[in-house]
């Protein structure tokens, strides 16, 4: 089926959720972005079980949705919607959706298609997330680095094939919004991999030159100038005091550029890890710059996380997170490994193999 790439249609949902006598079906844009094209004109509300969404739509759209019912929520798997009828079932303790019917050929497309080869693969994330729940449950914050590795290798291989199946996706299915959803949802999560821009290759035409196509493509290109092997650019940041135009100094052989913000859990997990490896490989050419990309309104909070982990290494703020935005940096958190003219050795190194890098290279 082909869909216009300009004009909007309407669309009509009809949707049955059991075990609702009262609250919403609150529908969420996979990418978030002016790449939209789709008007909601009425709906969300469920009412004896049942709502109707209308709006108009360009082309195939893919989506996640909230269920609420009094103060409890479910969230959904994410689908697809389409000009035409279609209806959406499911019941509210366990949310799920019957394949849509009359002209969602999309939706159809991506449940019987892509969607049971992406549970096969997420097996291999179960295998990794059980190795990580059981090392922290047997060492808490003393896992061996043997054992490290071994975790993050079972990672890297679910992140692998996750991705090969996009661009498996894409090369079979060039001219399907399927295809170009998949891949949009996972370059904004994660950001440039060369893997992506192929994808984005592979697809047709059409697709590319959808709103959405040509807004994943500007993006895919804008991001490539952080890849590994190019310098990296000039950021306009401050310091954490407020003073503007500050730069990022290579003053060692190997920087380690690492966005994050105050709030952020996973980027604070790191820091124990990232004090040692400071520590031990500062004299022998090895530095640390952080890069926060905290608002304006919670720049108390950046400077009190600073203080209480006790960071001894520079920080930059990116106010905002405005320069990070256009580097496509939406994830965090986010870093880079530099050498000492600024060119990018490694994105998104963990500390482990970080410390494999420099005992090699130092």
């Given at each position: ?5 300009e004009?909007?249609?309407?669309f ?22 002016a ?8 709906g ?13 739509i360009?082309?195939?759209?893919a989506f996640?949705?909230?269920v ?6 479910v ?10 009828t279609?209806?959406?079932n499911?019941y ?10 009359n002209s969602?050929?999309?939706n159809t497309?991506f449940?019987?298609?892509y969607w049971?080869q992406?549970k096969?693969?997420?097996k ?11 090392a ?11 054992i490290k ?8 291989s ?6 090969s199946l996009i ?7 060039p001219g399907?919004?399927?295809?170009l ?5 996972r370059?904004?999560?994660?950001g ?5 821009e ?7 035409s059409?697709?590319k ?31 954490v ?8 100094r290579?003053n ?8 994050w913000f105050?709030?952020c ?11 040692n490896?400071y ?6 050419g090895?530095?640390?710059v ?10 108390a909070s950046?400077n009190?996380a ?13 106010k ?36 494999t890098?420099l005992?090699?290279?130092l």
């Amino acid at each position: 089926m082909t869909f216009s790439q300009e004009s909007m249609r309407p669309f009509k949902i009809i949707g049955n959720i059991e075990g609702i006598d009262t609250g919403r079906f609150k529908m969420l844009r996979l990418v978030a972005s002016a790449a939209n094209s789709i008007i909601f004109t009425s709906g969300d509300s469920i009412v004896n079980e049942k709502f109707t969404i209308t709006g108009k739509i360009a082309y195939p759209h893919a989506f996640l949705a909230r269920v609420y019912k009094g103060n409890s929520m479910v969230p959904t798997e994410y689908f697809f919607i389409e000009p035409g009828t279609q209806y959406l079932n499911g019941y509210f303790d366990s949310i799920r959706y019957t394949v849509p019917l009359n002209s969602s050929k999309t939706n159809t497309e991506f449940l019987e298609g892509y969607w049971p080869q992406y549970k096969s693969v997420e097996k291999f994330y179960e295998v990794y997330s059980n190795a990580a729940r059981l090392a922290r449950s047997e060492y808490g914050q003393l896992i061996p680095d043997t054992i490290k590795a071994r975790i993050g290798n079972l990672q890297t291989s679910f992140i692998n094939k996750r991705d090969s199946l996009i661009l498996q996706q894409a090369s079979q299915f060039p001219g399907s919004f399927v295809s170009l959803w998949v891949l949009a949802e996972r370059f904004f999560t994660v950001g440039y991999k060369e893997i992506y821009e192929k994808s984005f290759n592979r697809l047709s035409s059409s697709i590319k030159l959808t709103r959405t196509g040509k807004f994943l493509g500007n993006h895919i290109m804008t991001a490539k100038i952080t890849a590994k092997g190019q310098k990296f650019p000039l950021l306009n940041v401050m310091d954490v005091k407020g003073k503007k135009n500050q730069k990022i100094r290579l003053n060692n052989k190997f920087t380690l550029l690492e966005f994050w913000f105050s709030h952020c859990g996973p980027c604070i997990a790191q820091f124990p890890e990232l004090k040692n490896l400071y520590k031990d490989f500062k004299a022998k050419g090895f530095n640390i710059v952080g890069l926060s990309t905290d608002r304006a309104e919670d720049k108390a909070s950046l400077n009190k996380a600073i203080l209480k982990y006790e960071l001894p290494w520079d920080q930059l703020w990116d106010k905002n997170g405005i320069e990070s935005v256009k580097l496509t940096i939406n994830s965090f958190p986010t870093n880079f490994l530099l050498d000492e003219n600024g060119i990018i050795l490694e994105k998104n190194i963990s500390p482990v193999l970080l410390k494999t890098f420099l005992e090699k290279n130092l």
